[in-house]
């Protein structure tokens, strides 16, 4: 592929409207990255682009403003449709997507998730507003398709984020007949970590005349092909068996510098296995892979973003687009199956030029295997010899979180906004503003983040008390 080269520049050197430069400001968003210095001026003048664009790099700030520069908020139709593989993704792109346009002309952006997992029943109420944009994953957008509530005759932009795991997944023969179904004369923007065949065969069959971009990577400089950002340290832990990794994650977790971290494990079964073993040493972890009920999805990551958990024990599929932006570790307790796998999970730390590190436990047979990959050549490689574990309930179990998570039984179909939950936890529940950590607001509830040693209290003052007019219950997140 053919690499463009751009310096960052300012925002206001593009064509941005005031609305959207007023949403970059609010988001602290000063300068571009690379990837949005590259991406931007070809995507404002309505060309096709086709971005190699590594995780962590801006690129969903690159198409959204792309995106919301063609929006009309006064025209009731879909207008842009983004493709992504995984409803944690699809959430993430929402909201991102919301905080650029917020302060766009009224009646204001409509912005839609729809994917799996879910009533189908709320999503079509949601519809009935009649969403600017839609964020789906194939599957899902196909079946609304497919029973009319979506008319994309007004379409003017399709997204396909992250084109390389949508045929990862097989979602290959559903997007074929999603794109047969949307107008010919669209711009079409597609994003993808590597660019096999596969992938180009997607850009020969569905792009335009394309900008065929080799994107930059975070802040801190030109990231390509296999490389990690610059601010990412890579380390790998070399043990004499895998019977030693249970005692090396123990001992890894309980360093100071540790903080919040993603563990990766290639089955369900065995991440539910790792966090039974951490909980019973006092560690405070969740759980992320596929059978989980999107409920319990939105509570283990609220639990990981808000300080509420340590870590999260994840499966690659269910890990993919998790936001947690202040995430400083990720460890790889099993081998990832390809170099492309090992990539991935690295990145989710380390974003947009944030310091993070990436750990991975390996078998000589497997360090042999993982030093073969373009991507791990900069692994600082060592011995590790674990302490041997003691018994569970004679551990020396870590400190609990400062933070814990209430679940409110109130949220956005209540007109329910987190200035209303600050409001009522200051004024109600006694709490300094300050101390009101993290909240997130879905349809029917809410999360709120407190600090442990008022939650006793929180809970006695709140349950029963009105917020909007509404009685709420408040519980503690187990």
Same mark, same amino acid.
């Given at each position: %592929?053919?690499?463009?080269?751009?310096?960052?520049?300012?925002?206001?050197?593009?064509?941005?409207?005031?609305?959207?430069?007023?949403?970059?400001?609010?988001?602290?968003? !000063?300068?571009?990255?690379?990837?949005?210095?590259?991406?931007?001026?070809?995507?404002?003048?309505?060309?096709?682009?086709?971005?190699?664009? *590594?995780?962590?790099?801006?690129?969903?700030?690159?198409?959204?403003?792309?995106?919301?520069?063609?929006?009309?908020?006064?025209?009731?139709?879909?207008?842009?449709?983004?493709?992504?593989?995984?409803?944690?993704?699809?959430?993430? $792109?929402?909201?991102?997507?919301?905080?650029?346009?917020?302060?766009?002309?009224?009646?204001?952006?409509?912005?839609?998730?729809?994917?799996?997992?879910?009533?189908?029943?709320?999503?079509?109420?949601?519809?009935?507003?009649? *969403?600017?944009?839609? $964020?789906? !994953?194939?599957?899902?957008?196909?079946?609304?398709?497919?029973?009319?509530?979506?008319?994309?005759?007004?379409?003017?932009?399709?997204?396909?984020?992250?084109?390389?795991?949508?045929?990862?997944?097989?979602?290959?023969?559903? %997007?074929?007949?999603?794109?047969? /179904?949307?107008?010919?004369?669209?711009?079409?923007?597609?994003?993808?970590?590597?660019?096999?065949?596969?992938?180009?065969?997607?850009?020969?069959?569905?792009?335009?005349?394309? /900008?065929?971009?080799?994107?930059?990577?975070?802040?801190?400089?030109?990231?390509?092909?296999?490389?990690?950002?610059?601010?990412?340290?890579?380390?790998?832990?070399?043990?004499?068996?895998?019977?030693?990794?249970?005692?090396?994650?123990?001992?890894?977790?309980?360093?100071?510098? !540790?903080?919040?971290?993603?563990?990766?494990?290639?089955?369900?079964?065995?991440?539910?296995?790792?966090?039974?073993?951490? /909980?019973?040493?006092?560690?405070?972890?969740?759980?992320?892979?596929?059978?989980?009920?999107?409920?319990?999805?939105?509570?283990?990551?609220?639990?990981?973003?808000?300080?509420?958990?340590?870590?999260?024990?994840?499966?690659?599929?269910?890990?993919?687009?998790?936001?947690?932006?202040?995430?400083?570790?990720?460890?790889?307790?099993?081998?990832?199956?390809?170099?492309?796998?090992?990539?991935?999970?690295?990145?989710?730390?380390?974003?947009?030029?944030?310091?993070?590190?990436?750990?991975?436990?390996?078998?000589?047979?497997?360090?042999? /295997?993982?030093?073969?990959?373009?991507?791990?050549?900069?692994?600082?490689?060592?011995?590790?010899?674990?302490?041997?574990?003691?018994?569970?309930?004679?551990?020396?179990?870590?400190?609990? *979180?400062?933070?814990?998570?209430?679940? $409110?039984?109130?949220?956005?179909?209540?007109?329910?906004?987190?200035?209303?939950?600050?409001?009522?936890?200051?004024?109600?529940?006694?709490?300094?503003?300050?101390?009101?950590?993290?909240?997130?607001?879905?349809?029917?509830?809410?999360?709120?983040?407190?600090?442990?040693?008022?939650?006793?209290?929180?809970?006695?003052?709140?349950?029963?008390?009105?917020?909007?007019?509404?009685?709420?219950?408040?519980?503690? $997140?187990?």
């Amino acid at each position: %592929m053919q690499a463009d080269s751009a310096a960052p520049a300012s925002f206001s050197d593009f064509n941005l409207s005031p609305e959207l430069l007023q949403g970059l400001a609010e988001l602290n968003f !000063t300068h571009p990255t690379p990837v949005q210095a590259l991406v931007l001026g070809p995507a404002l003048d309505l060309q096709d682009v086709a971005g190699q664009a *590594p995780t962590g790099s801006g690129k969903t700030a690159a198409y959204g403003l792309a995106i919301l520069s063609q929006i009309d908020p006064s025209a009731k139709a879909v207008q842009a449709i983004v493709l992504v593989p995984a409803r944690e993704l699809a959430l993430q $792109v929402r909201e991102a997507l919301k905080s650029l346009g917020k302060y766009m002309a009224a009646p204001g952006l409509r912005v839609a998730a729809l994917y799996g997992g879910h009533a189908m029943r709320d999503e079509v109420q949601t519809l009935q507003q009649t *969403p600017h944009v839609v $964020v789906a !994953t194939p599957g899902r957008l196909l079946d609304h398709l497919e029973k009319r509530n979506i008319i994309p005759n007004q379409l003017k932009v399709l997204v396909l984020d992250e084109a390389d795991k949508l045929l990862d997944l097989k979602f290959q023969e559903e %997007m074929a007949t999603i794109i047969s /179904r949307l107008p010919r004369r669209r711009q079409t923007l597609l994003f993808s970590a590597t660019m096999p065949d596969k992938v180009m065969g997607l850009v020969r069959d569905y792009l335009t005349r394309p /900008r065929m971009l080799t994107a930059a990577g975070g802040l801190n400089g030109e990231i390509t092909g296999d490389a990690l950002p610059a601010s990412l340290t890579l380390r790998g832990h070399v043990l004499n068996a895998v019977e030693e990794k249970p005692a090396a994650l123990y001992h890894l977790l309980q360093q100071p510098g !540790t903080g919040q971290t993603l563990i990766f494990a290639n089955t369900r079964d065995k991440v539910e296995e790792l966090a039974q073993f951490l /909980r019973g040493r006092g560690v405070a972890a969740e759980v992320l892979h596929g059978k989980l009920p999107q409920p319990e999805r939105d509570k283990a990551l609220m639990k990981l973003r808000n300080n509420s958990a340590q870590a999260l024990v994840a499966t690659d599929v269910a890990a993919r687009g998790i936001d947690v932006p202040a995430l400083d570790t990720v460890i790889q307790y099993d081998l990832p199956h390809d170099a492309e796998t090992f990539q991935h999970r690295a990145g989710r730390t380390a974003r947009a030029g944030v310091a993070g590190t990436a750990h991975l436990l390996a078998t000589p047979p497997e360090q042999t /295997r993982v030093q073969s990959w373009p991507a791990a050549q900069a692994a600082q490689w060592a011995r590790l010899k674990p302490a041997p574990l003691p018994p569970a309930n004679a551990a020396n179990k870590l400190p609990r *979180p400062e933070t814990i998570t209430l679940h $409110v039984t109130a949220g956005k179909k209540h007109k329910v906004s987190a200035h209303d939950l600050v409001g009522a936890f200051v004024k109600v529940g006694g709490l300094e503003h300050h101390t009101v950590g993290r909240i997130e607001v879905f349809d029917f509830y809410s999360y709120v983040a407190v600090p442990r040693k008022q939650a006793a209290e929180l809970l006695e003052k709140l349950n029963g008390a009105k917020i909007k007019g509404v009685k709420v219950r408040v519980t503690e $997140v187990a």
